[in-house]
């Protein structure tokens, strides 16, 4: 019964137009009156609990970094030197999305900021070299959702949090399941574009490749410093945030000096908007993770579950289909915010490793910002591509199919996240 009051006052708060923070709200206050345990004050003391936290600190400073990255220079930069490695190749700037897709996850972790950067240098490239528009557009969309896979992820901090789970082990672990997800894109690419008849660029000399990797120098140094500093344990996740904002700017300013003190406003305006949007979610959704632990929702969970629950691939293949379905209708963060706390508890208990969960949940997560109706990074491509966001949909189809094959294919051989994590530890 707890579960049918959970799901009805979080749905009907959503079919009444209530923001999905102020619906997480509802969904407590619910959850306290069938429990006949309403206190005003225990929700606003999970309110502030639910903001102050050292670990959430690293979203703002990340959201910050991609802003710093895409005005700075840094996006352009890597965009250029993919292209004169594979620009070349048919269909080559197909293969320069996916490459620039894959890099510039490891810069930024945003989804939303990557997609619009990416297409805005590449889509009129790709008009004027006679590409279809709309499946390029899908094609840097599916590229632009490895951001919440490749560290560093706002996906995998707020399960680290909200999962009470390693975000240090979430990060080095999402590093094989993001390189196999471009890969399976550029595999994609190859099949879906090699009749077309587009125009290639001219191939670049030796010398022109190595200027654009020497050019790009300091945008591409970046995931080593991240990686290699939470590898031997330099700084924390949080601190790494603010290393990779720090960096940005004084890369941005002082080396490539594209970025100048009168376009900081903005770029800090707007990271601080995304940035309240997030952190305001994560507050809400203590509410609710509070209340979910206090009503037993997990043990009910388990409890229907568990037919599931002797075997594991199983029981993941159950929960990453339900997580699919939810994708389509819930955008990214919600759905983190509301469903970790009832599922961490119940793949504990299956003896799963909430690390290997973590990664395969954030990246289901990821490919849900592309399936409709909601796709917030669709929206974003076909915006920036100015065609119809129903050309986009079947123009991202092959990719999405291709990264939930990915997603099954980790499922099915946990050991590609498992064994390669153990040498990274």
């Known amino acids: 019964m707890t579960v049918i009051v959970f799901v009805s006052a979080l749905l009907g708060a959503m079919a009444i137009g209530l923001p999905i923070a102020f619906a997480l709200l509802v969904t407590g206050i619910a959850l306290m009156v069938y429990l006949n345990n309403f206190d005003a004050q225990i929700i606003a003391q999970n309110l502030f609990t639910g903001a102050d936290s050292f670990p959430l600190m690293a979203v703002p400073f ?101 999962g009470n789970v390693s975000i240090r082990q979430l990060f080095l672990a999402g590093i094989v399941p993001g390189i196999l997800m471009g890969i399976a894109l550029m595999g994609t690419w190859w099949i879906v574009a090699r009749r077309d008849k587009v125009a290639t660029t001219p191939k670049a000399s030796w010398n022109e490749r190595l200027n654009t990797v020497v050019n790009g120098f300091w945008a591409f140094l970046l995931p080593f410093v991240i990686i290699g500093g939470l590898k031997i344990g330099v700084f924390t996740p949080t601190e790494a945030a603010v290393v990779a904002a720090v960096y940005a700017l004084v890369v941005g300013m002082f080396v490539y000096r594209e970025l100048k003190i009168s376009d ?25 993770a509070w209340l979910i632990t206090i009503a037993n929702v997990p043990a009910e969970v388990g409890s229907l579950l568990e037919p599931f629950m002797d075997n594991k691939i199983l029981l993941m293949f159950v929960i ?34 909430p690390v290997y969960f973590g990664v395969l949940f954030i990246m ?43 997603l099954f294919l980790l499922v099915l051989f946990p050991e590609l996240v498992t064994v390669p994590l153990q040498y990274l530890r």
């Not at 220079?73 to 190749?89: D, T, Y």
């Not at 269909?91 to 930024?108: D, E, K, N, P, T």
Request: aromatic share 6%.
């Open 264 to 288: 900081l406003y903005h770029v800090f305006l707007s990271a601080a908007k995304t940035t309240s949007v997030v952190m305001f979610l994560a507050a809400t959704a203590v509410v609710s």
């Open 320 to 353: 990453m289909v339900l997580v699919v379905i939810i994708g389509t209708a819930l955008d990214f963060v919600p759905t983190i915010l509301i469903l970790t706390p009832v599922l961490v508890p119940v793949i504990k208990m299956a003896g799963i490793d």
């Open 62 to 162: 990340f959201m910050l970094a991609g802003e710093l990255m895409n005005a700075g220079g840094l996006s352009r930069r890597i965009v250029e030197a993919a292209m004169a490695w594979v620009g070349h190749w048919r269909g080559g700037l197909g293969y320069v999305a996916v490459i620039a897709s894959v890099i510039m996850a490891s810069l930024s972790g945003s989804a939303v900021a990557d997609t619009a950067a990416i297409a805005a240098l590449l889509i009129p490239m790709m008009r004027k070299a006679n590409y279809n528009i709309p499946r390029s557009a899908g094609l840097i969309s599916a590229g632009g959702v490895i951001a919440p896979v490749i560290p560093p992820s706002i996906g995998l901090v707020l399960y680290g949090v909200s």
């Open 364 to 406: 289901n997560n990821a490919i849900g910002l592309i399936t409709p109706p909601v796709g917030t990074v669709l929206n974003v491509a076909a915006g920036v591509a100015k065609v119809p966001l129903g050309s986009v949909i079947r123009g991202v189809m092959p990719f999405l199919i291709a990264e939930i094959l990915v």
